[in-house]
DNA sequence: ATAATTATTTAGGTTTGTCTAATTTTTTAA
DNA sequence: TTAAAAAATTAGACAAACCTAAATAATTAT
């Protein structure tokens, strides 16, 4: 049983790499998981030896079939169990990530594969992520940052596309959660900021923030 | 924030000194931690230092009052899981400690308050055993070991004493579990077993099996 | 193409939580 | 009440997961 250090080794390698499917860098793991490099270095001589990542010496390191396994498989955890704290147990979206990075590592097929079925096989969680099946298939749909819509468009927000607490907090002050209709009433070229009108307000949005809200068109 | 290491020394010493209260030697103390005396003296050391334990030298170990908070903030993590488990995921008596162990150390008060109130603050676990609350005060009442009836006296079962997979297994095959009225047919004085009538069925249990069933007289 | 800079690895050290073997203290039995 | 046995502690070692400092490799800028 692998421990829950190698466990959330195993995530962020995931995360970084996850778009491109590329090998990442040593430097790149460290600064993500707030360790020195060196620790990396060590820790991918040992993970090379328990064939969950292929790691050659200043090359980088990307994650085997085997370690993309055990990846998706918390991601099936933390997922799901942060369907459990909102849907079952009322936390808001901001609250949920600190506690399902611990529930994650809970090691029992059978508690997960219930909680599946208690929470009804939910396929996305309460940030618009898909949510794997035992087999790591997720499901797919067209989305789109907020901000690439144009002026006058409508949309549905299906989810967020960053975990900081405080973008979280600041969406839910605004009422901008999943389901929420919104319509694009100007698109500001010189800071790439939008102003949308959303529950019958409008709301100004950074650029960042417009990058980080994925919607459907309507 | 205590090791799940440390948890579980404060979670033995609670259980092994519990009935009276007495201070606890090391070597009962590894025995039931499956570790070695060497390893519990060096641990006593540092808890002693935390102010968790309170130990001398050749004097065995008991808890401080901070140590017992702590313990007994465990046990009730645990049990409220085990309600979670056995009444939503219907998880069966005997599965329900494995996965209990684990969850009882994710650190979040308020999941653990969500969680009692999500399951209509149950003061009872699966087993039997009382649930403290907040400030650790746990409910109590009359029971006794079904070994304890006597012939022709009627009972209904409150719970177990004995935490064992395969003497839960065994009563949920007999489908002794909580809630189910008996009858004692008769006591056998040559080996104090007992056979009693649940169920509309005899079924005879053997003096450890009967000290380990509690039950209210009716 | 070489020098300077940056990235990465190696070497050696620390803490936590365990072990075995040796020693000391306590308990039990003669 | 002393000797033998049992229990408990100390000493020293080990693996995991980190660290800092030094060395080496790769990249970049001149």
Same mark, same amino acid.
Request: no cysteine.
């Given at each position: 049983?692998?421990?829950?250090?190698?466990?959330?080794?195993?995530?962020?390698?995931?995360?970084?790499?996850?778009? $491109? &499917?590329?090998?990442?860098?040593?430097?790149?793991?460290?600064?993500?998981?707030?360790?020195?490099?060196?620790?990396?270095?060590?820790?991918?001589?040992?993970?090379?030896?328990?064939?969950?990542?292929?790691?050659?010496?200043?090359?980088?390191?990307?994650?085997?079939?085997?370690?993309?396994?055990?990846?998706?498989?918390?991601?099936?955890?933390?997922?799901?169990? #942060?369907?459990?704290?909102?849907?079952?147990?009322?936390?808001?979206?901001?609250?949920?990530?600190?506690?399902?990075?611990?529930?994650?590592?809970?090691?029992? $097929?059978?508690?997960?594969?219930?909680?599946?079925?208690?929470?009804?096989?939910?396929?996305?969680?309460?940030?618009?992520?898909?949510?794997?099946?035992? #087999?790591?298939?997720?499901?797919?749909?067209?989305?789109?940052?907020?901000? $690439?819509?144009?002026?006058?468009?409508?949309?549905?927000?299906?989810?967020?596309?960053?975990?900081? #607490?405080?973008?979280?907090?600041?969406?839910?002050?605004?009422?901008?959660?999943?389901?929420?209709?919104?319509?694009? &009433?100007?698109?500001?070229?010189?800071?790439?900021?939008?102003?949308?009108?959303?529950?019958?307000?409008?709301?100004?949005?950074?650029?960042?923030?417009?990058?980080?809200?994925?919607?459907?068109?309507?």
């Amino acid at each position: 049983m692998l421990s829950i250090i190698i466990e959330n080794y195993l995530k962020s390698i995931f995360h970084l790499s996850q778009n $491109e &499917n590329n090998r990442i860098t040593t430097t790149e793991l460290a600064k993500y998981m707030n360790v020195k490099s060196a620790s990396i270095t060590d820790m991918m001589q040992r993970l090379e030896g328990m064939d969950l990542v292929d790691y050659k010496k200043y090359q980088g390191v990307i994650l085997t079939n085997l370690g993309r396994k055990r990846a998706i498989d918390l991601v099936r955890k933390h997922r799901l169990w #942060e369907v459990f704290l909102v849907e079952k147990l009322q936390f808001t979206w901001s609250e949920v990530h600190v506690v399902a990075e611990q529930l994650e590592h809970i090691h029992s $097929e059978k508690l997960i594969d219930r909680l599946e079925h208690f929470l009804g096989n939910p396929k996305w969680d309460p940030h618009g992520d898909p949510i794997p099946d035992k #087999e790591g298939t997720m499901e797919t749909r067209e989305q789109f940052p907020l901000a $690439e819509l144009l002026k006058g468009e409508t949309a549905t927000i299906l989810g967020v596309s960053l975990d900081d #607490e405080n973008f979280l907090k600041f969406l839910e002050e605004s009422e901008l959660t999943i389901g929420k209709k919104i319509l694009v &009433n100007t698109a500001f070229s010189f800071d790439d900021s939008v102003q949308i009108l959303a529950n019958k307000q409008l709301i100004n949005l950074s650029k960042k923030v417009a990058q980080h809200i994925l919607v459907r068109k309507d």
